[in-house]
């Protein structure tokens, strides 16, 4: 079965400090790839996604991520954490569906 | 106005009652989903419909049922609540025509059972 994992379910960082937040999947066949943020108390908003145009995707916020198909990987980067940040991220995967796979999330602190 | 509205925002009910919560979209797409969050896990699919005429059961539709009233109407019924249906319940909605398959998700309903 197609699979998504986050690997660290809290990621704390100060701000200023580079984030790295990262996602594996698991699929035999090129997939859609997304990162959806969850700000407390609200819903979960777009942060980017990997439709096969382009490894390297900019996203809100200043928030982008890489492709590397070799490592099945699809890693979420930011240069500069701001408070702001603090939120659940969370990877998901349409592999050759239309049904989204969700990892289960990392929660990322900011520290001043 | 939000795209995606969800109804309530926050429910609280006892072991026992049945339930609804209720799903709108102004986006036009034809499809839309219903899923459960719970600390730890992420989100999970329980059903999803790509018309007026197609329901389908997601990964964990055991205890609920759905029903589509029209293109923009999605709900979600819990027939006999028990407490570990206790979870936050986000609708969400896609376009077939996208072909990325992007989803747009609602703020969500934050349900407790006691």
């Known amino acids: 079965a197609q699979s998504v994992t986050q690997l660290g379910s809290h990621v704390s960082v100060s701000e200023g400090a580079l984030v790295l937040l990262r996602c594996n999947y698991s699929s035999s066949v090129p997939p859609y790839l997304f990162w959806y943020v969850q700000y407390p108390n609200q819903g979960l908003q777009l942060l980017l996604k990997y439709t096969s145009a382009a490894t390297l995707v900019k996203g809100i916020n200043g928030f982008e991520a890489e492709f590397k198909k070799s490592e099945t990987s699809f890693h979420l980067t930011k240069p500069s954490a701001h408070m702001s940040d603090a939120a659940e991220y969370f990877c998901a995967v349409i592999p050759n569906t239309d049904k989204l796979i969700f990892g289960t999330g990392t929660r990322l602190q900011v520290f001043p | 106005d939000a795209d995606v509205t969800q109804t309530p925002r926050n429910r609280i009910t006892k072991t026992g009652k049945r339930i609804m919560l209720e799903c709108s979209q102004t986006k036009g797409h034809d499809r839309m989903y219903w899923y459960r969050q719970d600390p730890g896990l992420g989100l999970r699919l329980i059903y999803y419909?790509?018309?007026?005429?197609?329901?389908n059961k997601g990964e964990i539709s055991d205890g609920y049922s759905v029903s589509r009233q029209a293109q923009a109407k999605f709900s979600l019924s819990l027939e006999s609540a028990i407490p570990n249906q206790t979870a936050l319940y986000f609708c969400?909605?896609?376009?077939?025509?996208?072909?990325?398959?992007?989803?747009?998700f609602g703020p969500g309903t934050r349900l407790t059972v006691t």
């Open positions: 419909s790509f018309d007026v005429k197609d329901i």
């Open positions: 969400a909605t896609s376009d077939p025509r996208d072909s990325t398959y992007e989803q747009y």
